[in-house]
């Protein structure tokens, strides 16, 4: 099993549409957790950490539930700029050890 | 605001030829690292260094070396290039491990 897992994509979707990425991490052990995206041929950016408790930034909501050691990232209102691929990410317990899933590519569509 | 700036963008050798691809940050973080992206693919680590005076070996170290030469600079080199190191290659530096990295926009190298 990988120590990050993500939806393999593409996802396709219209303008507007709401799009839910999932990620799912092994080592309970984890102590921090975001999602990254990165444009094509371009270096990784951060997007927003993930809270215990879910946050919120204007389209996007990141929640984690770490008892499933799951982690979503949740897109509203999709535009043209969102596409993208997007990076979930976790932090190791006690040491350096960042884990980057492979990434979801997300295509939005006029 | 530089942040992690990287040097050179772009480059082509031949196999066999040396190299070294150039790390700083000015933000001053205690750990930097070294990425490599094939096309289509997540990023792989290569070595890391979590202070200044230590380095690690990450995912995939063979045909690398590093040096951390202080707290801002991390360097990386291809002693002998190799076709199979084709890639784009991310630095990114980090204060502590609860923190998320910073990239610097990647070195781009083709070897023919």
């Known amino acids: 099993r990988k120590e990050v897992e993500q939806d393999p994509g593409p996802f396709n979707v219209p303008e507007g549409a709401t799009v839910a990425f999932n990620c799912t991490y092994s080592?309970?052990?984890?102590?921090?957790f975001f999602w990254y995206r990165q444009d094509c041929r371009k270096e990784p950016k951060l997007l927003m950490s993930?809270?215990?408790s879910g946050n919120e930034d204007g389209r996007f909501t990141a929640q984690l539930n770490r008892a499933s050691q799951y982690i979503s990232l949740l897109i509203r209102d999709s535009k043209l700029s969102d596409s993208a691929t997007y990076l979930c990410?976790?932090?190791?317990?006690?040491?350096?050890?960042?884990?980057f899933g492979a990434g979801t590519r997300l295509f939005v569509k006029a | 605001n530089a942040g992690v700036t990287q040097t050179p963008k772009f480059q082509v050798l031949k196999t066999g030829q040396s190299m070294t691809l150039q790390c700083a940050q000015d933000?001053?973080?205690?750990?930097m690292y070294w990425y490599r992206q094939d096309p289509g693919m997540g990023l792989r680590l290569i070595y890391y260094?979590?202070?200044?005076?230590?380095?690690d070996k990450g995912e995939v170290p063979n045909g690398y070396n590093v040096s951390r030469l202080n707290k801002r600079e991390f360097s990386l080199r291809l002693e002998s290039a190799a076709p199979s190191q084709t890639s784009v290659y991310f630095c990114?530096?980090?204060?502590?491990?609860?923190?998320?990295?910073?990239f610097g926009d990647g070195t781009r190298l083709s070897i023919l």
């Open positions: 993930v809270y215990s």
């Open positions: 260094s979590a202070s200044e005076g230590t380095t």
């Open positions: 990114a530096s980090v204060d502590s491990s609860y923190q998320p990295q910073h």
């Open positions: 933000m001053n973080h205690n750990s």
């Open positions: 990410v976790v932090n190791g317990a006690g040491g350096f050890k960042t884990i």
């Open positions: 080592n309970s052990a984890s102590q921090s």
